[in-house]
């Protein structure tokens, strides 16, 4: 049993190391970061370069939001590196699809052994919900891994505005998908899980190996196994350099758009003045 990891990767240099060494602990035997920085910018690149001398880590340059558009942006990316670990790597039996603010946790197994157990024989795709974190009240950047920062995850019940569908559809309701290599192909139409075509049954499970609709972003809550930790804002200062100065989503009105942000980071985070002040220093935006 071997496996693999993707990420997609923009201006992440401040936690790619701890993100890379946290995985490969895990077990996984090769880990695949797509660089899409902007054109010319190289640093994460040859950061990724780097870490490949310590980690089984192997960096894609993908420069430029256009050429990610013309990849059919994150889903035909991970449909390109899937065929390419297909093609290339003939051992590897699973791919794990995530992002560097989301950290796989499996209860103390390795990844390998995880994958290896008698509820996952007849799977083609596991859906790992979401545990997600907001600032534990941290206003300011610390240089130390987000798993030592942020211990304390959000209500199991919590919503933030730009993630969830319905009333009824919780944040940690989400999953990301660890899907089985082989000759179904799976259809590559979301970041959050795949499907099959009608004619191909693609059998698609949780962590506790129940079966699941694959087409379905979202399941009931299920940590019985694994879960993925999700670090969705960070502090109040990387909530500020993420969301709100380097988020493709923000385009038109700015402002308004800006304080769809903000009003989502303070649904699931308190609201303090040192966190007030800071937003609108960095924004210009009164609150």
């Known amino acids: 049993m071997k496996s693999a990891l993707v990420t997609i990767a923009k201006n992440e240099e401040l936690y790619l190391r701890d993100w890379i060494s946290y995985h490969s602990c895990l077990g996984f035997d090769e880990i695949y970061v797509v660089d899409n920085s902007d054109e010319g910018v190289t640093t994460q690149f ?30 035909g990316v991970y449909k390109n590196v899937y065929n390419y670990i297909k093609e290339n790597s003939k051992d590897i039996d699973w791919i794990t699809y995530i992002d560097v603010d989301e950290y796989l946790y499996l209860d103390g197994m390795s990844i390998n052994n995880f994958l290896s ?7 083609d795709l596991i859906h790992v919900n979401w545990k997600c974190y907001g600032d534990n009240d941290l206003v300011n950047y610390e240089p130390r891994p987000v798993t030592e920062r942020f211990t304390k995850p959000l209500p199991i019940d919590a919503m933030y505005n730009n993630q969830f569908i319905s009333k009824d559809i919780f944040v940690n309701m989400h999953v990301k998908s660890i899907v089985r290599v082989n000759d179904k192909e799976p259809v590559f139409d979301s970041v959050h899980t795949f499907h099959y075509n009608k004619d191909i049954k693609g059998n698609c499970v949780n962590v506790a190996g129940e079966p699941v609709d694959c087409r379905l972003p979202y399941q009931a809550i299920c940590y019985n196994g694994g879960h993925i930790k999700h670090f969705v804002t960070k502090s109040t200062e990387e909530f500020i350099e993420r969301r709100l100065k380097d988020n493709p989503r923000i385009d038109g009105d700015f402002n308004r758009d800006k304080m769809v942000e903000i009003e ?18 960095k924004t210009g935006i009164k609150l």
């Open 264 to 281: 989502s980071y303070f649904n699931i985070n308190t609201k303090t003045y040192s966190k007030i002040k800071l937003i609108e220093q």
């Open 117 to 123: 157990q008698d509820k996952f024989k007849d799977a």
């Open 46 to 75: 040859d950061l990724c370069n780097h870490y490949s001398k310590i980690y089984p880590v192997k960096c894609i340059y993908c420069c430029g939001r256009e050429t990610l558009k013309n990849m059919g942006l994150q889903q």
